[in-house]
């Protein structure tokens, strides 16, 4: 089936996926688990999942219900083993997991169109993406703020990598601001929040009855609103861990963004949870800065590996005839300078009309931490540990 047979009475929402072995879209109120989850909003979806808010009516709680396509479920599903591992009593402390995104429950569900997998989730807050977007002066979070953030992330991953386990998809759009009490409050409360759910009729652009399987109406993604939060008072969890993975379990690739991307994944070669190491400090750099230190705009593979070696020089000479065959910017024609990292650092901190909250020698230890993870061999990183031993987070 053709997606654009059919039209949506409401535009720029994408249709959800419908066709024959899919997803089966989900109504508002539908119920899941024997009636425990009911769906009362939708938070957002990607290629193979879609994210509900629901209501747990054994425990009287708000949650996050994760379902994913049928054709991408399995008894296997790594995601969820990976998050029952890391809260396991044996191996971590409750303590050491409070910036982990917590599972509450896990379930399948059996639809026409196969059998979904189902993961609860404790409902967050926004994206530190969506706060700098929405609510921050000159585009980046406050300096105490960003500093916290750092160490709070850099806390989650700890507890990754000492059971060798990679989370694969570190960016801000994957850490999430806890908002108390939005796991209690009710419904109506949370349509204050959120917005009443906006829906839009599904119709054949040919007038025809519609086929079966296909929903006669979608649901707009809604998102906690930034303005009003207290950045100061509250603090970040790592979350979506679709792209996890164990040390002795990984996928043929990962789909970090591109520009985020560890050099060993953009080289197509062996890698580890030490690409998390790589990911940390583009994470640093973008919570301090407001934006990430390579661009992806319109980039190519190429492309961001030779913003790699502008920013921190060329690769090792094991990559070096992967390197010598990609092509190159050339330079005779490129008006703009190189800069090496600590120089891209200084002059993006310090940019005019922008926040400034630290100070020059604040960024040159920020700089020093950032260059000690952004290393081509994964060897060669600091490790997230290591570098959260240094005096910069002692006091946040």
């Known amino acids: 089936m053709r997606l654009f047979e059919y039209k949506c009475g409401v535009p720029e929402e994408p249709l959800d996926r419908y066709e024959p072995g899919g997803y089966h879209p989900v109504r508002l109120h539908d119920v899941f688990a024997g ?92 994206s530190v993406a969506s706060v700098v977007e929405k609510q921050c002066t000159g585009d980046r979070l406050p300096g105490h703020v960003a500093r916290k953030a750092c160490k709070e992330l850099g806390l989650a991953l700890a507890v990754l990598h000492r059971q060798e386990v990679g989370h694969g998809d570190i960016h801000t759009g994957n850490l999430a601001f806890c908002v108390p009490g939005l796991d209690s409050i009710s419904e109506d409360k949370l349509f204050e929040i959120y917005g009443v759910p906006k829906t839009g009729s599904v119709t054949r652009a040919d007038g025809g009855s519609l086929r079966s399987g296909v929903p006669d109406y979608l649901v707009w993604s809604a998102s906690c609103p930034a303005s009003g939060l207290n950045l100061a008072e509250s603090y970040v969890k790592l979350i979506d861990f679709g792209e996890s993975f164990f040390s002795y379990e990984k996928s043929k690739a990962l789909h970090t963004p591109l520009a985020l991307r560890a050099p060993e994944v953009l080289f197509d070669e062996e890698y580890d949870f030490r690409v998390d190491c790589w990911g940390f400090a583009c994470a640093i750099f973008e919570l301090i800065v407001g934006y990430p230190p390579f661009t992806g705009i319109m980039a190519k593979k190429e492309d961001i590996l030779q913003q790699i070696a502008d920013m921190i020089g060329e690769p090792p000479e094991k990559w070096q005839p992967k390197w010598k065959v990609l092509p190159k910017w050339d330079q005779i024609y490129d008006e703009d300078p190189v800069y090496n990292l600590e120089q891209w650092l200084d002059l993006t901190y310090f940019d005019d009309g922008k926040r400034i909250d630290f100070t020059r020698e604040d960024i040159k230890q920020v700089a020093r931490m950032i260059r000690e993870l952004l290393q081509w061999c994964p060897s060669e990183r600091s490790s997230v540990s290591e570098v959260l031993a240094n005096e910069w987070f002692q006091d946040c």
């Not at 599903?77 to 998050?83: D, G, H, M």
């Not at 303590?95 to 569900?109: A, E, K, P, V």
Request: glycine share 6%; aromatic share 6%; proline share 4%.
């Open 35 to 126: 009636g425990r989850y009911k769906v009362i909003h939708k938070l957002g979806h990607g290629s193979y999942s879609t994210t509900w808010i629901a209501r747990d009516s054994m425990l009287s709680r708000n949650v996050a219900l994760k379902i994913t396509v049928a054709e991408a479920s399995s008894p296997n599903n790594r995601e969820r083993r990976v998050l029952q591992a890391l809260s396991e009593p044996k191996t971590t402390l409750q303590s050491d997991r409070m910036h982990i995104m917590q599972l509450l429950d896990d379930f399948q569900h059996h639809g026409p169109n196969g059998v979904h997998d189902c993961l609860v989730f404790e409902l967050l807050g926004p």
